[in-house]
């Protein structure tokens, strides 16, 4: 039977070594979204998605820089949750944690399922459900056995995420270029020769930023991690000065050769993904089985990561006494294992409501996730102003900075109060946004009834000990 005991005996391991987290940073932003969903925001802005991705990019580098300040100052499993504790106060702080967990543990389940229809395609006999099931057990134990466990499968995922990625470039590279030698190609006239560069309109841009904001959603992930790793302070450095590269290599790269070889308004685009389709425009043998394969080691890949982000997540609002005491008891191994089971039953709640519930529940639940992305990265950019501020007036030297702070900081709070007014606005995102809000408020409610009553209970204690 596993042995559990309180922080105050054990704590978190060191488990991740420097080569697991130097992967998990290159690969962390790199999932199923950019092989698969990328293909819905091409077809919705055309080529000039490739804007939309800049400017995401852009706010996600200027978002993981100011985390980064935080996280190389006080590393913490906590990650950003943490610091809006400390420095907007602590409903930020159990609000954000919360929100952050409430993600992952709706993003487990899409995750297994998108893998079990997968495998469900090459095994008609085994029904997708089982697979799924049996994809979030694998990793579940994995991850109960040591962190050590998680890196190493996060760390080939990964690799196999950032040989994909290249091997596509490659290719696609010569295919501009006119040297791929199994189909005519040549040149980058798609860019504008199907109506133009934005062929509709700018808004379809700014709607681009918004369906592209969930395939970078993650690259914080590292900062959670390297609170298990030795000399967290320069793996964090380390990982937020390489966000510029992995974008523009794996996202601005790869999607400027898809809008370069495949028309935006191809009808095929959208049925089989971006990547899919250019590999089949170029004759590659077994387009299909290639991309499939990748897109299951992503969506394996995201789902690891997220049951550990949601387990650390569970864990930190323990410790900081802002769940069940029972999540912040460890392992042998230094694991949080009760919020890694707590993550893991969420996730098999999502997955069950989804197969019983086809298209209903699940979809309903998920849909308060939709501008959950956007919200967290205001919170870190408030927290970073408030907290760099602080440590200005006290004179503390930091040896990680916000570049021009505090104007960059304010313009990054801007852009996100503004893009979040536009999803109010619109009747594309209205929806979503307003049940990202109703959750938000329900759990800020929660912790007013919480903190009321804790409250009451102090100032009873105090009467009955004055007597």
């Known amino acids: 039977m596993m042995s559990l005991q309180p922080n105050e005996e054990r704590s978190l391991h060191h488990g991740l070594t420097s080569r697991q987290v130097s992967m998990i940073s290159i690969a962390g932003i790199i999932g199923a979204g950019l092989f698969i969903g990328s293909s819905t925001a091409i077809a919705s802005a055309g080529p000039a998605i490739l804007i939309s991705y800049a400017m995401t990019g852009l706010l996600v580098l200027l978002v993981m820089r100011m985390l980064g300040e935080m996280a190389v100052a006080n590393p913490n499993s906590g990650s950003f949750s943490t610091y809006a504790g400390e420095a907007i106060g602590r409903w930020a702080g159990f609000t954000t944690g919360w929100l952050y967990w409430w993600f992952w543990v709706l993003i487990i389940p899409v995750e297994a399922i998108a893998g079990g229809d997968i495998l469900h395609v090459y095994f008609p006999d085994v029904p997708a459900w089982l697979f799924a099931f049996l994809i979030m057990l694998v990793l579940a134990c994995t991850n109960l056995a040591s962190v050590k466990n998680f890196g190493e499968f996060e760390f080939w995922f990964a690799l196999v995420k950032v040989l994909a990625i290249a091997a596509f470039i490659v290719v696609g590279g010569m295919a501009v270029s006119g040297a791929w030698p199994l189909a005519e ?74 809008v370069s070889l495949v028309a935006w308004n191809d009808p095929r685009l959208t049925e089989v993904g971006s990547f899919q389709r250019v590999l089949e425009i170029l004759n590659v043998p077994a387009a299909k089985v290639i991309v499939d394969m990748v897109v299951l080691v992503a969506v394996t890949s995201c789902m690891n990561s997220g049951l550990y982000t949601a387990s650390r997540m569970l864990y930190s609002l323990g410790a900081r006494g802002e769940a069940l005491p029972m999540t912040k008891y460890l392992s042998r191994n230094g694991v949080p294992a009760v919020a890694v089971v707590l993550s893991t039953l969420a996730g098999f709640i999502g997955c069950l409501l989804n197969y019983v519930f086809p298209g209903k529940v699940f979809n309903f639940l998920l849909s ?90 102090d100032t009873a204690e105090s009467l009955v000990c004055g007597r």
């Open 185 to 258: 190609t040549g040149g980058v006239h798609k860019l504008w020769s199907e109506g133009g560069f934005v062929p509709n309109g700018w808004g379809a841009v700014l709607g681009g930023v918004l369906i592209t904001i969930f395939s970078f959603f993650g690259a914080e992930v590292v900062t959670i991690a390297a609170g298990e790793t030795s000399n967290p302070q320069e793996k964090i450095r380390r990982a937020t000065n390489l966000v510029v590269y992995r974008i523009a290599i794996f996202y601005l790269a790869s999607i400027f050769l898809v």
């Open 368 to 457: 308060t996730t939709g501008a959950l992305a956007l919200l967290v990265y205001l919170v870190i950019a408030v927290s970073q102003l408030r907290m760099r501020a602080r440590a200005e007036r006290e004179g503390k030297l930091l040896s990680f900075k916000m570049w021009m702070f505090p104007w960059l900081t304010w313009v990054v709070i801007g852009t996100i109060v503004m893009v979040l007014g536009y999803m109010l606005f619109s009747d594309a995102y209205r929806y979503e946004t307003l049940m990202t809000a109703v959750v938000t408020l329900f759990i800020i409610s929660v912790y007013a009834v919480r903190k009321r009553l804790t409250n009451r209970a």
